[in-house]
């Protein structure tokens, strides 16, 4: 194999012995996970914000984000169930570039995975510990979500990984929400295929083990948009949009039907401040329809504290250096006002 192992990296559990989370943390998590669980079962009526950076690129501005998510939780708490984005995997569409804090714990040197793997367990533990938030973060590697899985109270299965089998069969084996985004296609069957084989119970190899998952009943959509046969974004987020996800949901056997929207990628063409628009059609979308407002739970929304995007070696704190972002204050403005629509 045209491969060199440099070094063996150690195992989930002695990582999580090193690093253990504490009962006080574990009681948080537990109430939380009942929290957002009462949304996506239809017990509770609060609606979802899986709101943060598109990659958790520094420790320090991330934890400021964080903080600055729970003063406005607070505000918000009869009516928005804040999840932070802590997204320490990046996908590259060539694989190129800049891979997200488990790869490189600092951007600015080169790739360590035993620095990684510590610098976003420690990233989850602090968020939960010192702010009360279990976080989000995307499973682009399965082998290595049980590095977290004591820490996130949501999933995401990206746009090019939910028609991949093995994100398929360990979603399924998750006991927290997994989002299935549609593929960069938008062909919606596919997104649909995923959620049943999330849902279903299977047998398979993981980590060297033959295991056999029980199904899990959140597993559910992520709308994002998609890109046409021309290279055109084109987004799926629109109330037509909707009430076409709810068509097909009634049309299957699925549990919770649910949907998030992203409002940023293909929906908003990356044109991050399109975001605060397509937030409130949403809204707006649920207000006028009893059974858009059962379907859609939540919203997606990349976020930091400056607006945009820039260079790696720009060095701008609280800004993006992957996809551009929404601006802390226009972000707080619309949860602000996404509380006074819903």
Known sequence: MNMQYNRKLPIPKDIKEQFPVSEKMAQVKAQRDEEIKAVFVGESDKFLLIIGPCSADHREPVLDYIGRLRTVQDKVADKILIIPRIYTNKPRTTGDGYKGMLHQPDPDKKPDMLEGILAIRDLHMEALRDYGFSCADEMLYP??????????????????????????????????????????????????????????????????????????????????????????????????????????????????????????????????????????????????????????????IESYIEDGAQKMDEHVYGKSITDPCLGWEKTERLILDLADML
Do not use: C
């Open 143 to 300: 082998e290595n979500h049980r590095y977290l899985s004591d820490l996130l109270a949501y999933v995401a299965v990206g746009a090019r990984s939910a028609e991949n089998q093995q994100h398929r069969l360990v979603a399924s084996g998750l006991d927290e929400p997994v989002g299935m985004k549609n593929p960069t296609s938008g062909d919606l069957t596919v997104m649909m295929n995923s959620i049943t084989a999330g849902q279903h119970p299977h047998t398979f190899l993981y980590r060297g083990w033959e295991v056999e998952s029980k199904g899990n009943p959140l597993t559910h959509a992520i709308l994002r948009g998609y890109t046409d046969f021309a290279g055109k974004n084109v987004s799926n987020y629109h109330y037509e949009d909707l009430v076409k996800l709810h068509d097909m949901y009634a049309k299957t056997n699925l549990v919770n039907p649910a949907a998030i929207v992203d409002t940023n990628h293909a929906n908003s063409g990356k044109k991050y401040l399109e975001q605060i628009r397509i937030a409130k059609e949403v809204a707006f979308s649920r207000n006028q329809n009893a059974d858009i407002k059962h379907l859609v739970k939540g919203l997606m």
